[in-house]
């Protein structure tokens, strides 16, 4: 999620210079909402009805968006109150605060819980928290302050529906996720550096520098931001970070974490540093853009790339229009085939109590059976050529003939019992059919749509893949 979209997740009041682009994008209320509200308030005769309808319609918007409970002393700004009063088809209420509409803390309480069951919200338990803690760890190398950890564990927490708890919370989890990565990057350290070089980086970082009349520790000034914001403030510290850091320690770094990957590649145009980063393995680079066109990021980019038009590929697929092109393909070629021929198959451990399959014929149901519809990318197949897995399942009416002892009467446990020629009878039952095939996509011709999809996997054999399916389980 872009940083602009989750600007109010986790938001504890709503901004009082709040606009009507804001409220269009972030702080909507659904036609859904505005439905159940109105039934809730229906029977409600009460004086300061309708105020109380506004005050439950900004808990849902701020809720759905923020993820949590708006309190009874929030302001509620004009272009909000004029949205949720145009929605509910009401006057907009003179209101700036909650707090005239919730003198009894019990009302508030009311409302927020109404409003986290309408949205379908988790509370935050203790098995909750461990799942957070799991979500920080995994970040907590990432981040670099406790709140950009919290803005992740928020995310997580509105993505999953799950109540967001207070800051000081979530901070003391974040505090706790930090201290593990401290402490797995010391061991790190020191099962990577030598103690002789770990101690000549201690030094180094720990020497004094002078500053006219003035001393200080290497990395206290380096703690130091600048006190100015100006464009020669900038190139100060850009000269800063990348000349008078020490090359010991950024070399350290560095061999500390190569090991870890097959290529390492370091940004740096000082040639003291580049000369003994080549005597470690590592590749480097002048500038950025040599880097982004390195053989090996551009294999990345160009995998990133498969990977999006793989996307593409499976959204077209999985539309409506498609899902009823591939149910007619389906009928189309199984009536171009004979029985299934399924002999020496147990089919649902029959041969267990003497019956013999002979053959199955399937029918295809609607469209909507469909399911598990997946597309991967399985190999390359030649120049500017991809060779795709597709897979899915769907629900189909499959008619058994088989054998039946005469000792054995039949009960109803199957859909339909029918009697045949030579002593066969047919069993019909429901099952769930898997399909696998394979589709050879020419990427020169790529285009994006339910046509072009459909063109390549017309190119198929209708009847081999209908003779290909495997009954995977009965319904």
């Not at 338990?125 to 709140?147: K, L, N």
């Not at 149901?365 to 991809?386: M, Q, Y």
């Not at 769907?394 to 009697?419: G, H, I, Y």
Request: hydrophobic letters at 40%; charged letters at 25%.
């Amino acid at each position: 999620m872009s940083s602009y979209l989750s600007r109010y997740i986790g938001a504890a009041r709503l901004p009082r210079n709040l606009s009507d682009f804001d409220v269009d994008i972030h702080f909507q209320l659904s036609p859904e909402s505005v439905e159940a509200i109105r039934d809730r308030f229906e029977k409600d005769r009460k004086p300061g009805s309708v105020d109380r309808m506004i005050a439950m319609a900004a808990q849902v918007v701020f809720m759905r968006t923020t993820g949590r409970t708006l309190d009874s002393v929030s302001l509620i700004p004009a272009p909000l109150l004029r949205h949720i009063g145009a929605m509910l088809s009401v006057a907009t209420p003179n209101i700036a605060s909650l707090r005239a509409i919730y003198r009894r803390r019990m009302t508030a309480h009311q409302h927020q819980l109404w409003a986290r069951e309408h949205l379908g919200l988790q509370p935050f338990s203790d098995e909750v928290i461990e799942r957070v803690r799991e979500v920080m760890a995994a970040h907590a190398g990432g981040a670099t302050t406790h709140d950009e950890l919290m803005k992740w564990a928020q995310v997580w927490l509105h993505e999953q529906k799950i109540l967001i708890p207070g800051d000081r919370r979530l901070r003391e989890l974040a505090a706790d996720a930090f201290m593990v990565t401290k402490k797995d990057t010391l061991r790190l350290i020191k099962k990577a550096i030598p103690a002789a070089q770990i101690k000549a980086c201690c030094k180094e970082i720990f020497s004094l520098r002078s500053h006219g009349q003035r001393s200080e520790s290497v990395v206290r000034w380096l703690k130091t931001p600048p006190r100015r914001h100006s464009p020669s403030t900038g190139a100060f510290s850009s000269r800063k970070s990348r000349k008078d850091f020490p090359d010991a320690l950024i070399l350290s770094s560095a061999c500390a974490v190569a090991p870890e990957y097959e290529h390492f590649h370091l940004v740096t145009a000082d040639e003291h540093l580049r000369a003994a980063a080549g005597r470690f393995g590592m590749e480097f680079h002048e500038s950025l853009l040599q880097f982004l066109d390195a053989p090996a990021i551009r294999e990345a980019r160009e995998a990133l790339a498969t990977e999006q038009k793989i996307r593409e590929l499976s959204d077209a697929f999985l539309s409506v229009e498609n899902l009823d092109r591939i149910a007619g393909w389906l009928r189309a070629g199984n009536d171009e085939i004979e029985d299934l021929h399924l002999e020496h198959e147990d089919i649902d451990g029959l041969e267990a109590v003497g019956v013999t399959v002979y053959g199955a014929t399937i029918d295809y149901p609607v469209p909507e059976a469909i399911k598990f519809l997946t597309i991967s990318l399985a190999s390359p197949s030649g120049d500017d050529k991809w060779a795709l897995s597709l897979s899915f399942e769907t629900q189909c009416e499959v008619t058994f003939a088989t054998s039946w002892p005469e000792s054995m009467k039949l009960e109803n446990e199957r859909d339909v019992t029918v009697e045949s020629a030579d002593d066969l009878v047919e069993l019909r039952e429901s099952w769930w059919a898997r399909f696998d095939a394979e589709i050879i996509v020419d990427t020169t011709r790529w285009q994006p749509g339910v046509d072009t999809m459909w063109s390549m996997i017309e190119t198929m054999k209708p009847e081999l893949l209908v003779n290909r399916a495997m009954l995977v389980r009965p319904v």
